[in-house]
């Protein structure tokens, strides 16, 4: 089992509608959650940190986390073609020291 | 806050060349930093954690002679790549955490470098 999994998509979802990205991680000791957004031909970058069960909202973006599922989400309502992108969850596990999990991550596209 | 800056941006060279690029937090202090490598349309792969005032961590697989960290201040990590042939060519990208690097700490990355080898 992958330690973080997202489903690869790709994921195509309408101009204005809501748009749900999912995160399985395997350790149960994760304390913390990003989320990343990387365009094609860029670095990632940082859009939502999540370290408590529920919901975190950032404009339109939420991010949702269940630790007893182990499953963190993504919703970005109202989306945008400029949200089109891979969407990166990021999990620090222990091992050693803490090491940083990225999944492989969720192409999106939002269609005008 | 939380600017990672590297540099450079591109590099097309021939091969056998080394190329060195470098990584540096702007506006914060980095006691750790890491480097990945990511081929199109493939997820990102760490390839070493970089650690001030000591040796990198590489990850298996990943040749330490061949690609070279220093991370000699709190701000500062090169990673050169030594005598480069055509399968190095990928898009490098450094990152750095803030909060004393703690690794529960998101990540903020640089732009990235992209390297070609000729």
């Known amino acids: 089992q992958k330690e973080v999994e997202q489903n690869s998509g790709p994921l195509s979802v309408p101009e204005g509608a809501i748009a749900s990205l999912n995160c399985t991680y395997s350790d149960r000791g994760s304390q913390s959650f990003f989320w990343y957004r990387q365009y094609s031909g860029k670095s990632p970058e940082l859009i939502m940190s999540i370290y408590s069960n529920g919901d975190k909202e950032d404009g339109r973006f939420t991010a949702q986390l269940n630790k007893a599922s182990q499953y963190v989400s993504l919703l970005i309502r109202d989306s945008q073609p400029s949200d089109s992108a891979t969407y990166l969850c990021a999990v620090p596990i222990r091992a050693g020291g803490f090491k940083t999990i990225f999944g492989a991550g969720t192409r999106l596209f939002v269609k005008a | 806050g939380a600017v990672v800056s590297q540099h450079p941006s591109w590099v097309i060279c021939k091969s056998g060349t080394s190329v060195k690029i470098e990584c540096r937090s702007l506006?914060?202090?980095?006691?750790?930093m890491f480097w990945y490598r990511q081929f199109p349309k493939q997820s990102l792969m760490l390839m070493a954690t970089?650690?001030?005032?000591?040796?990198?961590?590489?990850e298996q697989g990943v040749e330490k002679d061949k690609f070279l960290i220093n991370h000699a201040s709190l701000t500062l990590s090169t990673l050169t790549v030594t005598s480069a042939h055509p399968e190095d060519s990928s898009f490098y990208i450094c990152?750095?955490?803030?909060?004393?690097?703690?690794?529960?700490?998101?990540?903020?990355f640089g732009d990235g470098t992209r390297l070609s080898i000729l």
């Open positions: 990152s750095a955490v803030t909060g004393g690097g703690l690794g529960n700490q998101p990540q903020h």
């Open positions: 970089s650690n001030e005032g000591s040796k990198a961590t590489y």
């Open positions: 506006d914060f202090q980095a006691t750790t």
